[in-house]
């Protein structure tokens, strides 16, 4: 081995078992176990009158079916109580929760009312048909709109269906804007969408009655907190459960909500029956089930000056949450403080109301709640760009927070509980980068060409700020086998990340050993128990900080123990191949170096050898006997665990530009160029960054183009399937390019910041401003459509028609 | 749950129909039915299962058109050279079904007798004037384009009838025919669809022509553009006349994807550029 | 009430099982869970993602769509089918690790195979066609770029002699195979 890894685009090394079938995904798991089927409440406010299952009972394969009563039947366990709070706030004024199974009172399409268990999946879908459930339809609530009017509820004792309200500001807002030499209104829509993984969720559980412990396999972004969750729900001790994420098929947040109510009830139902029970959901529960995101409306007021600059910003929002809040009001809170992007906002107020409504909980997605403030803040540079004709980068680069004034304080609180202040970034390097990138002066010829052509096309740029690497903490444990392997397990989760890889890059590198002898576990608390999970663009700044953390004690305790072998100074040595050796001391050189394994077993004094090697450090070959063979403040064996704990999110930023053409006839939108300008600092794998960002502007583009939740009046989903919930193929992706801006963190050891959710951030904020610049229309509501684009031409062309007729009425 | 048989032969398979009638499904594809099947939105009892019916897997090319059986797959007839040289909107049309992986196994008269008012075939048969071939343990009987399709996902066929062909004439001399779609995401259904059929006469004058939608009614909806383009030049076509005509004759409705005014709107627009394909097709 | 199993003679990598199946069991869930196969997977149930498609007989084809029964006598290859004879990668999947074609590899199956299949009709795809070959699989985590890669790489490591003398637009290539 040669030269650093960390830089390198290295291969992953999972992608051998993934890409050749040999993953281990949760239905790959307990082929023996029994199955579980839910039947699922058809209404979106319903009270459940009756359960009857009399024609339920006698099909071939049933093992048991559970209602809620069986629930509060259980004095043994906690089952019967709501799902946990997860993250309470102050100003969450109204939380509340469902249960594992429907109490009395369903409030969204999908919620569990019965929970079947038989031999397979097939036959428990069979009871489920044959189960009758008596319903009192109730009114239900559904969109923003009616959930603000009020003139119904979700919940009874929450009659104005507010669930939080929080007001943030900075300065005097409103008195800015009317003091400004100009002010713009907006109203603006985000409309609601969805993770989507492709391998939806599951539960698969071991119950072992002989020593009274449970093991759940889960394809979650969280195994402690499950297994935390789990404890508490079933009245078991923490260490009698193990929580175990397998190969989890994506996840996008959706798997960071937790407990599921499935998350309970299989292992409560393995526990009561002695056997294994498994529940993979279809397509279908996933979407009336899981977790949905991003519907928003928001009105925007905005004071400037004659260049463009900010003065006052006044943004209020209505946050759709669904049924119920077991996030809490984090996307919102996001949505209020990620919205300033890299710019000074002047004065600044946000409040927001986050509302019920009778559908599916609302819980971070991919971006949680920060490409609708992208959008707010996105569109509002652009409305001023276009009221005072200037140009659209322009504007941005005299808003811009400037490199120097880094640190940067906006005086508010963000979603970590920590202050909002940037870290790092340089915007104007980024915006010149991508500005080259995309052609940015060239456009208006190659627009007027196009034109010529009878082509319709445009640009549009957006910039967005993304706090990362949200603590509390993360960690690491590392230790050196006498094999030489290196054994690294951290908490937090992988869901196609390439954590098996980079954390393994970062390991080898601060150890000195070559790649290959390093193994990486995340998301199994029999291997390591503190985390917090995976999400918020957080696991390589918190998990790559702990790992190398966790490998320079490591690497200490190894020079410490190898000094006293070789009998040098601990300052004299190097760790390079997995051999540790004095500087300059040429390799193979007899006294002068020892492998890293050696030093290994030598860490653990032993009474009895177990094999060769072994024999080197039991008691009457090694040992000083003038002080015990274990010194007061050490361990036994080559180890360490260490943790990251930072004192605030660390931001990274980007800048994306897209080229779009409409057909002048179909109004059909096609993206001709997408261009990046990304900051996550340094990076560990550039090949691994690039593939997140290309999945998240694919996100983007969907988000933008294609992609909506559509629920009825009666809250009835109408698109639960991927026939009609539009997510991108290939072909309606374009090519992305990027090009990387490094402006490291001071904040960490390894001086990186977070780019999980980077790409999808500004995607609908973009093609708003590339679409509005090709058609010379407002663009205020996203995703847009053909159909859409074709309506707002027919308005336009209407208003344009009434005002050539007032000027022609009153001529 | 269902009865599930696998006959060996059209007989048999008639046989079975008989007896099961409407409570038993033709399962040939599949790609339609088998997801209403797993999401549990029907169940019939018997499912019969036509694979093994080899003698019905053809795509013939006879002189005066081109018969698919019942077993072809989209793929096959997509891919016969015969059969393109003969009706060439046959392979227009069908490489907008779906993407080539459900091509390989759906088939195209499963797909007539599914009747999706989105569907391409249906709307191929329709503009050509085709009929199907269907046969029962009571005899064989044909039924035209123009009245097999009733209804959204509702065809003529009785119970205990076999589709066992589908019928394409050729176009006359002196045609071109076109489709057009434009679906949300590539492979999607059709948010409004045409096939256009152009005749013209020895002078290149437009002497017939029709246009055959999809998505914008219960079934697909024929229109005869006569009387915004008879008698014109081929390339001196007033398309915006023809457009006219069709916005004024459809009547799609509203969903989540797109509006009835934006379909009608496409349906003029598509029509144009078909007929100015088809126009330079027949005239070539 | 139990339900019939039928008797279903599959080939599946070249090894020929019986299985005793009712008739709804889909293709999918046999090789899954009667086979023990479980590189294919399931993403939707209604062919719309393609993350269980398998190729039938040579043909790519949504194992979600198919029952077990309605394959009995075919040969089906799997993305385990798609490795080397030595059990090592195959070349469509050996390139998807050179090009990070992959990232939760759930959607990964559909792709290989799909692409494994295409790859005999058309050895040398351009860029466009070999999107366009991509275009019926759903992934939510890569974007597609590096898949579209895969694609290409993966052409050179089938036919490298036909890779050596590249045709200069697409089409069917008439190099040698």
């Given at each position: 081995m040669s030269g650093r890894l960390f830089g390198e685009p290295i291969a992953r090394r999972e992608d051998p078992r993934l890409v050749s079938g040999a993953g281990r995904y949760l239905d790959d798991l307990g082929p023996d176990a029994l199955a579980a089927a839910f039947v699922r409440c058809p209404h979106a406010h319903a009270r459940v009158v009756d359960i009857d299952v009399t024609d339920a009972?006698?099909?071939?394969?049933?093992v048991a079916l559970y209602t809620y009563e069986d629930l509060a039947a259980d004095d043994a366990t906690r089952v019967a109580e709501p799902l946990p709070l997860l993250i309470p706030h102050p100003a969450l004024t109204e939380p509340r929760t469902g249960y594992p199974l429907v109490k009395d009172v369903a409030k969204h399409v999908g919620e569990p009312i019965v929970m079947v268990v038989a031999t397979d999946r097939y036959v428990a879908e069979d009871v489920c048909e044959r189960i009758r459930v008596e319903y009192e339809f109730l009114p239900p609530v559904v969109g923003v709109d009616a959930a603000r009017d009020a003139a119904r509820a979700v919940h009874d004792d929450v009659p104005d269906n507010v669930a939080a309200h929080l007001v943030q500001e900075v300065g005097d807002a409103r008195a800015a804007i009317a003091a400004a030499p100009h002010t713009l209104e907006l109203d603006l829509e985000i409309e609601r969408s969805a993770s989507m993984p492709m391998e939806g969720k599951g539960v698969y559980a071991r119950w072992d009655a002989a020593d009274a412990s449970l093991r759940v396999y889960s394809s979650t972004q969280t195994t402690t907190s499950v297994r935390f969750a789990l404890a508490a729900k079933l009245n078991i001790p923490v260490d009698r459960i193990e929580v175990i994420a397998p190969d989890v098929g994506g996840g996008f947040g959706v798997k960071i909500v937790h407990p599921w109510p499935e998350e309970v009830l299989v292992p409560w139902a393995a526990i009561r029956l002695g056997r294994e029970v498994k529940w993979v959901e279809d397509r279908r529960e996933h979407f009336i089930s899981s977790a949905h995101e991003r519907g928003q409306l928001q009105h925007i007021r905005v004071g400037f000056d004659d260049d463009g600059r900010l003065l006052g910003l006044d943004v209020e929002f209505w946050h759709d949450n669904g049924a119920y809040t077991p996030y809490g009001i984090i996307i919102p809170i996001i949505t209020s403080t990620q919205l300033l992007g890299p710019y000074k906002p002047g004065a600044y107020r946000v409040e927001f109301h986050s509302l019920y409504t009778n559908t599916v909980i609302v819980t971070p997605y991919r971006g949680a709640g920060r490409p609708q403030a992208a959008f707010a803040m996105e569109r509002t540079i652009d409305a001023i760009a276009a009221n005072l004709r200037l140009d659209r980068a322009e504007v941005r680069e005299r808003n811009f927070i400037q490199p120097h004034e880094m640190p940067y304080d906006h005086q508010l609180t963000f979603q970590d509980g920590r202050p909002l202040i940037y870290d790092s970034g340089d915007f104007p390097a980024s915006l010149e980068k991508l500005k080259k990138l995309v052609d940015w002066e060239g456009f208006p010829a190659y627009r007027d060409a196009a034109r010529a052509e009878g082509r319709r096309i445009g640009i549009g740029l957006a910039c967005y700020v993304e706090g990362t690497g949200v603590g509390p903490y993360e960690g690491a444990h590392i230790r050196v086998e006498t094999s030489g392997k290196v054994v690294v397990s951290t908490g937090l989760t992988t869901q196609g990340q390439g954590h098996e890889t980079v954390f393994a890059q970062i390991a080898a590198d601060e150890l000195g050993v070559p790649l290959d002898a390093v193994s990486v576990t995340t998301g199994d608390t029999r291997r390591f128990k503190y985390a917090v999970g995976t999400f918020a663009s957080r696991a390589a700044v918190m998990s790559g900080n702990a790992v190398a953390l966790t490998a320079r004690k490591v690497r200490a305790k190894a020079l410490r123990i190898a000094a006293d072998a070789l009998e040098?100074?601990?300052?004299d040595l190097e760790i390079a191949d997995g051999t540790v050796r004095v500087k300059g001391h040429p390799p193979g050189a007899a006294g002068g170096e020892i492998p890293l394994r050696t030093v290994a077993v030598l860490s653990n004094p032993l009474r009895y050898a177990f094999d060769e090697e072994s024999k080197r450090a039991t008691q009457f070959a090694v040992g000083d006997a003038s002080g015990p063979p274990v010194a007061e403040d050490d361990e036994p064996g080559l180890e360490a665990t260490d943790y990251y704990s930072p004192m605030q999110a660390t931001f990274a930023n980007g800048m994306h530009a897209a080229i779009v053409e409409t057909d002048p006839e179909t109004a059909e939108i096609t993206i001709l160029r997408y261009c990046v300008v990304h900051d996550c600092g340094p990076m560990i794998n550039p090949r691994i960054v690039e593939g997140q960002i290309h999945g998240g502007v694919a996100q983007g583009v969907g988000g933008a183009l294609y992609e909506r939740i559509v629920y009825d009046e009666n809250g009835q989903l109408l698109n639960a399937s991927y026939m009609d919930f539009l997510m991108p193929y290939a072909s309606e992706v374009p090519t992305i390019e990027t090009d990387h801006l490094e402006t490291p963190s001071p904040l960490n050891p390894l001086g990186i910041k977070g780019l999980g959710e980077a790409g999808v951030i500004p995607g609908s904020a973009v093609l708003a401003s590339a679409i509005e610049d090709a058609e010379g229309i407002r663009i205020t509501r996203m995703p847009i459509s053909p159909s859409d684009l074709h309506h707002l031409r027919l308005d336009r062309a209407r208003q344009e028609h009434d005002s050539t007729a007032e000027r022609g009425a009153a001529e | 749950m269902f009865e599930y048989h696998r006959p060996t032969s059209v007989g048999d398979a008639l046989a079975v129909l008989a007896d099961v009638g409407a409570d038993g499904k033709v399962l040939a594809g599949g790609q339609s039915l088998v997801p209403v099947l797993n999401m549990r939105l029907a169940a019939p009892g018997h499912l019969v299962d036509i694979n093994r019916l080899a003698e019905l897997a053809y795509v013939r090319t006879e002189p005066a058109g081109v018969r698919v059986g019942a077993l072809a797959r989209h793929a096959h007839v997509e891919r016969d050279e015969q059969a393109y040289a003969a009706v060439p909107l046959l392979r227009r049309a069908l490489i907008c079904v779906a993407h080539p992986t459900i091509r390989n196994r759906g088939t195209t008269v499963g797909s007539i007798v599914h009747a999706d008012p989105s569907g391409e075939a249906p709307a191929v048969l329709t503009l050509l004037d085709g009929e199907m071939e269907l046969a029962s343990v009571g005899g064989r009987r044909t039924v035209p384009a123009a009245e097999f399709f009733i209804a959204p996902l509702e065809s003529s066929l009785r119970a205990g009838e076999l589709a066992v062909s589908a019928y394409f004439p050729r176009p006359p001399a002196r045609s071109g025919t076109a489709w057009r779609e434009v679906s949300r995401r590539h492979g999607d259904y059709a948010l409004c669809g045409v096939g256009v059929l152009i005749t013209l006469d020895d002078d290149l004058r437009v002497a017939a022509a029709r246009a055959a939608f999809i998505s914008l009614g219960p079934t697909p909806v024929l229109v005869d553009l006569a009387d915004a383009v008879a008698g014109r030049p081929f390339d001196a076509v007033d398309w915006g006349a023809a457009a006219a005509l069709v916005r004024g004759q459809v009547e799609p409705e509203d969903d989540i994807h797109a509006t009835a005014a934006y379909r009608r709107h496409l349906a003029g627009v598509l029509t144009a550029r078909a007929g100015a394909d088809a126009a330079r097709e027949a005239a070539a | 009430m139990t339900e019939t199993l039928h008797a279903t003679r599959l080939v599946v990598n070249g090894v020929a099982h019986t299985l005793h199946v009712p008739a709804r069991r889909l293709l999918a869930d046999a090789l899954r869970h009667d086979l023990g196969l479980t590189g294919t997977h399931l993403g939707c149930e209604h062919g719309v993602c393609g993350a269980c498609t398998v190729l039938v007989d040579g043909e790519p084809m949504r194992s979600c769509l198919m029952f077990a029964v309605s394959a009995d006598g075919a040969e089906i290859t799997t993305t385990e089918g798609c490795r080397a004879p030595d059990g090592g990668l195959g070349p469509v999947q050996q390139a998807f690790t050179e090009c990070h074609g992959l990232q939760c590899g759930f959607c990964t199956p559909g792709f290989v195979t799909t692409i494994t299949a295409y790859l005999r009709e058309n050895p040398l795809p351009t860029e466009a066609e070999a999107r366009e070959a991509i275009g019926g699989n759903l992934c939510r985590c890569t974007g597609y770029q590096n898949i579209v890669k895969s694609v290409l790489r993966a052409a050179e490591l089938v036919a490298p002699e036909a890779a050596v003398a590249p045709q200069a637009g697409g089409g069917l290539s008439e190099g040698p195979r």
């Open positions: 009972l006698d099909v071939d394969g049933l040098v100074d601990a300052g | - | -």
